[in-house]
Structure formats: C-alpha cells, structure tokens
T-cell receptor, first 112, second 115 residues
Framework: AQSVTQLGSHVSVSEGALVLLRCNYS??????LFWYVQYPNQGLQLLLKYTTGATLVKGINGFEAEFKKSETSFHLTKPSAHMSDAAEYFC??????????FGGGTRLMVKP | GAGVSQSPSNKVTEKGKDVELRCDPI?????LYWYRQSLGQGLEFLIY????????KSGLPSDRFSAERTGGSVSTLTIQRTQQEDSAVYLC?????????????FGDGTRLSIL
C-alpha cells in the first residue's frame, strides 16, 4: 500500500521568501510522484512530476522538487514567493494501480 | 473545450434522492478517474476506467455509488439514496493512456450538497 504525508496543513511565508512544502511517501514499488495545485473553486492543476531520470524536477510557475529515495521525500520549493502562489498544494503518489494517492494538502498563504 | 468538463458545477439535493454527475474527458484520453474531495477525508480515489477494460471500482465507498463510461468517452457517476455524508466535491480526471507515470488532468469538479 502507498501513502503520502504532507507535513504542515498550513504554511505562511512573506512575499519574496523561500517556499518549502514537505512531502514524504511510502510505496512498495518505485513510485511516480506528482505535485498539484488547487485554486479556490477549481480542479487540480499539475505543477510537476517525477517518473524516472533526473531527481531534480522543474515545473511551472518557478516551482521545483527533488526526489530523494533515501529519505522517501519529494519536497516542493520555490525561491521567491509571489502573492499569486497562495493556494492549496497536494503531493500525490502513483504506483502500479494507476490511481493517485494524495497527501492531506498544504494551504500556502503569502503575506505582503 | 480543451480540458476536462464536468457538469453540473453545483448540485443541491435532498437526502434520499438520486444524483447523476457527468464528466467529459479530454478528447483522445483513454483513462478516466473519479475522486471525491471532502473536508474530513481529503482526496479519495473512487473508480478508474481504462479503455474497454473492466473498471477498477475498489474506491467506491458503498453500493449506492456506481459509474459507467459510454463509448469510451463520457462518464456518469450515480449516487443513489443520497446521504448527508455524500456532500463533497466530486472531481473527474483523464489521462492520455494507461500508465502510472501519466499525469492526470482534472476538471473543476461538481460540488454536491445534501440537505
């Protein structure tokens, strides 16, 4: 069985500060990992994904994430937060079952 | 449209009524998923369709829930005898093909409220 843990249901940063959203996973097989963002009253939008190859993955809107197998982590970062980054972020894992298993989500707040 | 389309966007109904939620996947996508997003349970997988294969129904919470996919395209999720705990946002997603490495593209969801 696979699972995802996102540490911190709420994260608050100042505009221009580093964004770090944490994600740890467990999976019985090599995982495929995803980060999605959800704005109010909208569906989920893919930020980035890790499948194979380079462990540092770059996504849209300046976000990136690094797959660390030894730490079973896939943390999401952005060097400088923007007000428009305020949203809820979900880490997800997919294995041979095809469906996504999501973490509980982290709501990012950006202070001016 | 280019994205996954869901209808209605909002549905309010009385306890005990049946509801149908519709999903139009991205054209050409063979895989289709339903998820439920609720305050207490987060995002949960419900059911998965891939081409003409038998669907994976392992996430359906009870036999009041069913789904079908006609012609390999449009899907309908049906909830019979709705209960208040069915109140949630129901999200549909599609992906180009079978494979756990394929990103899923989500619709904006149907917000279901049971009175």
């Amino acid at each position: 069985a696979q699972s995802v843990t996102q540490l911190g249901s709420h994260v608050s940063v100042s505009e221009g500060a580093l964004v770090l959203l944490r994600c740890n996973y467990s999976s019985s097989v090599p995982p495929y990992l995803f980060w999605y963002v959800q704005y109010p009253n909208q569906g989920l939008q893919l930020l980035l994904k890790y499948t194979t190859g380079a462990t540092l993955v770059k996504g849209i809107n300046g976000f990136e994430a690094e797959f660390k197998k030894s730490e079973t982590s896939f943390h999401l970062t952005k060097p400088s937060a923007h007000m428009s980054d305020a949203a809820e972020y979900f880490c997800a894992v997919s294995d041979a079952g095809n469906m996504l298993t999501f973490g509980g989500g982290t709501r990012l707040m950006v202070k001016p | 449209g280019a994205g996954v389309s869901q209808s209605p966007s909002n549905k309010v109904t009385e306890k005990g009524k049946d509801v149908e939620l519709r999903c139009d996947p991205i054209s050409g996508h063979t895989a289709l998923y339903w998820y439920r997003q609720s305050l207490g349970q987060g995002l949960e997988f419900l059911i998965y369709f891939q081409g003409n294969s038998a669907p994976d129904k392992s996430g359906l919470p009870s036999d009041r829930f069913s789904a079908e996919r006609t012609g390999g395209s449009v899907s309908t999720l049906t909830i019979q005898r709705t209960q208040q705990e069915d109140s949630a946002v129901y999200l549909c997603a599609s992906s180009p093909s079978k494979g756990s490495n394929q990103p899923q593209h989500f619709g904006d969801g149907t917000r279901l409220s049971i009175l």
